[in-house]
């Protein structure tokens, strides 16, 4: 393979005219000479492009981060990312500059330590307190480099953790996310956390997070049970909760703590002994069911029919608790009641009569912040939730909610196909949209997804392209009528181009019929259509070559997301090293999701 890359480069080279080590050579020279003048916005992009072929311009970009023009240097920043591991000299300079006042300079320039991937306690520091940055931006840029440079977790976890500690909840949740996501492998550091009087409650929420595969933490977490400070016993008892059954030896103490003196403790302990199905808390749950806490009740009832799933009489009072629960005028209690019907054993096979009657009653808002519960249950919310397909006011929340849940709402899948058939334009947009996110699962929906490209409104036939593009291979048998969208709607005919290249990658009469429309779409007004075209250019691959020309005058795009989307695509056309992404980078190859106003 390095033979024939070799054999390429020489080919392209002399098709240049001129031998390629020569003119690295001199390009490097003349565009680090650059860096100095006028136009070192430009050079350093063309040095973000050559990778790690410009590590002779280090130094230069080093002196041009401080340099006059903001723009200039946090173009710096990023070809310095470009070059990688080489431009370790540039380490302490990009630190100095994460608390720069401009956002770019700071996204850049912690992406660039990432890439360069010096992990010094230092440096992991100093990143780490970007995590909490104010500008969304950079705080995902932190997390990004913190997971690339692949930092031990006893060094990383206590300082997310006192970021997170100090930090705003608003701010810190990027950082619960980054720790959450490292799973099993942080367990170990997080039980050590635990230890820690500052950092243990939010130990404990993220093992919560992490849920079962946390099962080492258990002991330590039922230490925690009768810690001095309330919010650490109650985040304790869920975390042990969400582990589950390899929680129980800690039984003993959730029981005690039903009685503690503070009620979220006692909901936490509820809550757990439910999740465990504790036999021997029976008893005690069964005295808070006639709690005059609505909230300790419900919870016990919950936990009570958990426990006997078995028992009608368990099982019907719950359901009744539940109900009257729903249409409480107390909105976080509607959505814990809404959260426990999804975990009742017999409850999920159909929404009963009760739960009917009452959503019948309900403001439709309040409606969606129920459905919404019940998607943040996940897969175990599914059958209430396909269930309540069927009940005309809670059918378009529910339909948004089963999307959010994704391909564990595959059983779903069939009462969505139902609907595509609906009247209603926006509801038919919204199930196609949720068999999009589904996935392959939702391939029996292939032909009724396949009609809707026929219909006039341009939101179900942009939901319908997603959809087919997302389930893939399957709607290979849609290729021919999404072909014939590619000219009509903008961000349908992106959102069809993208569709085929996912359902038929190799598909020889897509470039030629999508490149023209798209490079038209490059010159859009809106940022967001210029994004969208130029990321499907790049996916086209070398059959875009058209394209280039259109996208070079992109790198000069008032629009950040829009340059990098375009070097990105670039970089795919012309099989180069890709530069390194900016902020707010969209998604990868996936068409925004917002569909086109017209005809809504």
Known sequence: MRRLGLILACLCALALGTCPATAQE????????????DEAAQAADSLARLGPRAKPAVPALIKALDGKSDDASWRAARALGAVGKDASPAVSALVAHLSDLDAAMRTQCVAALGKIGAADDKTVAAISKSVVDEEPHVRRAAIQALQRMKTDPKVLIPILLQVVHDAQPQVAMPAMAALSDMGEAAVPALVEALDNKGSRHWSAVVLAEIGPKAAAAAPALAKLVKDEEPEVRMQALIALGQIGPPAKSAVPEMVDALADSEPAVRYGAAFALGKLRAQEAADAL???????DATLKLIAVWAVARIHPDDPVAIRNAMEAITAAIRSEDPQLSRTAARALAEIDGSSASLTPAIKAALDEMDPTVIEHIMEALADVGGEAVPVLTAALDDEKARGAAVRALGRIGPPAKAAAPGLTAILADK????????????AAIG????????????????PDAGCRYAAALALGRIGAASKSAVPALQKQIGKEPMLSIASVWAIKRIDPANRSLAPAAVPVLNKLVTAKDEILRVQAAGALGDLGPEARDAVPALKKLLDDPNEEVRRTAADSLSKIQGTAPPAPTKGAPTKGVPAKTPPAKGR
Request: charged share 25%; no cysteine; aromatic share 0%.
């Open 286 to 292: 069964g005295k808070l069911t006639k709690s005059d």
């Open 424 to 435: 209603d334009d926006q509801l038919v947009s919204d199930a196609a949209l949720a068999l």
């Open 26 to 37: 001199v390009d490097v020279a003349k565009l680090t000479a650059a860096l100095s003048g």
């Open 440 to 455: 392959p699962d939702a391939a029996k929906a292939v032909p009724a997804l396949s009609g809707l490209l026929a219909k």
